[in-house]
């Protein structure tokens, strides 16, 4: 088992209290600590204090990738850790994005993405969380355009057959047309903050005054995720999160397309050919009875696991996998017969598919990283 020193990411929709508290660091930090990384990404790999001295979690994989990821792994994910592990912790709404599927991103035009990987992810909610999580269904959002009486965007609605047609004709109108579409949108909702959806969109919008982001925000569905509850983020849905803190894991690749509530390039036609806009994303409750809950998942690259505290050991999921062990809340110990682990708040460790049986037990609840469904 290795103990591991993840990257925090400064971006300035970062937190500059949420993190710090959670690891008992001094805060205010002098820069935004928006994600904490805790894997082998190319961009930014966690050290490693390595028998041999500081390394880098890339590296110690590549100097024996079997013995780090098992043969299963490392035939189906070409010698890569295939799952990241981050908190993050925005204060300010993130762009609105949708990620490849593997397929999507094998079949783009060259130079489209930075690799060939997919990205779905997972939320676990530490605090309340705050997200647009996928597209309302096309009945809910003509509702909502006739309730707010948005003459461009009911025109719009009309006009359209179906979801992925109106998020065409969002993106794709002229400069002209999109800034007033967003001022009718904006002053709409800023007219009806006693409804929670319109509120959200009203207070992100003044993040990123003129974004067409906000007409796109009205198509989407709002949630506050509660502390413990899981989301599933598909490739393809359309998400973008707005505050709290939560525990994410995702497929190790940074492939992104983004709808709004950004000054970056948006590349709408592969938006258009990538984005999911038939399902529903909702949050999972976790049986509370059990201390082991293990996320369900439908893709291959991640599992998320929590164990609730106790003092009682309990075997850390994911034998003959990789898996990488976060501890929040309070200490907790790995025991892997031969020697022992001590974890402390927001501190983590890489355990090998080589290691074998695992066991933890503590204060403090750890959440698990592991492969999904390979052998």
Same mark, same amino acid.
């Given at each position: /088992? ?8 400064n971006y300035a929709w970062g937190s500059h209290t949420a993190l710090a508290e959670l690891a008992g660091r001094p805060g205010p930090t002098a820069d935004p600590e928006a994600e904490l990384w805790m894997g082998a990404h190319e961009e930014a790999p966690c050290g490693v ?18 013995? $780090? ?5 490392? @035939? ?5 850790? =295939? #799952? ?25 035009? *060259?130079? +489209? ?7 779905? %992810? ?54 002209? !047309? ?7 949108? &904006? ?10 959806? #319109?509120?959200? &969109? ?5 993040? #990123? ?9 009205? $198509? /989407? ?10 989301? #599933? ?11 709290? &803190? ?15 509530? +950004? ?5 709408? !036609? %592969? ?15 976790? !049986? ?7 996320? =369900? ?11 609730? =505290? ?5 075997? &850390? ?30 501190? *983590? ?14 204060? @403090?609840?750890?959440?698990?990283? +592991? +492969?999904?469904?390979?052998?």
């Open positions: /088992m290795y103990r591991l020193d993840p990257v925090i990411r204090r390595g028998e041999d001295g500081p390394t880098t979690l890339d590296r110690l994989i590549a100097s024996d990738p079997v013995g $780090m990821l098992g043969e299963t792994t490392v @035939g189906q994910f070409q010698r890569r850790l =295939p #799952f990241l592990l981050k908190l993050l912790a925005p204060v300010q709404a993130l762009s609105i994005q949708a990620h490849p599927s593997r397929e999507d991103a094998l079949t783009a035009p *060259s130079g +489209t993405y930075v690799d060939n990987w997919p990205k779905p %992810e997972g939320w676990l909610a530490i605090t309340p969380f705050e997200a647009f999580v996928g597209t309302l269904a096309f009945d809910e959002i003509a509702s909502i355009a006739t309730e707010l009486e948005c003459r461009r965007f009911e025109k719009l609605v009309q006009d359209a057959p179906d979801v992925r047609h109106l998020l065409r004709s969002v993106l794709k109108a002229d400069r002209a !047309d999109q800034r007033e579409l967003t001022d009718e949108v &904006v002053a709409a909702c800023s007219a009806r903050t006693d409804v929670p959806h #319109f509120e959200a &969109v009203d207070r992100v919008a003044a993040q #990123f005054p003129g974004d067409v982001g906000a007409a796109v925000l009205l $198509m /989407m569905r709002h949630q506050i995720v509660p502390p413990g509850h899981y989301v #599933f983020v598909p490739a393809g849905v359309l998400h973008a999160g707005v505050s709290g &803190v939560t525990v994410e894991i995702l497929a190790n690749s940074d492939n992104v397309v983004r709808a709004g509530l +950004t000054p970056k390039t948006i590349n709408i !036609d %592969e938006l258009l050919r990538i984005v999911d806009t038939e399902r529903a994303v909702l949050p999972e409750v976790p !049986d509370t009875d059990r201390r082991l809950h293990s996320f =369900p998942v439908d893709v291959p690259y991640f599992q998320l696991h929590q164990v609730l =505290p106790g003092d009682e050991p309990i075997e &850390v999921p994911g034998r003959h996998k990789p898996r990488i062990v976060l501890g929040l809340g309070g200490p907790i110990t790995l025991d892997d017969g031969d020697r022992q682990v001590h974890l402390g708040p927001a501190q *983590s460790c890489f355990v090998p598919a080589s290691t074998g049986r695992v066991t933890l037990h503590g204060r @403090g609840t750890a959440y698990i990283a +592991t +492969t999904g469904l390979v052998g």
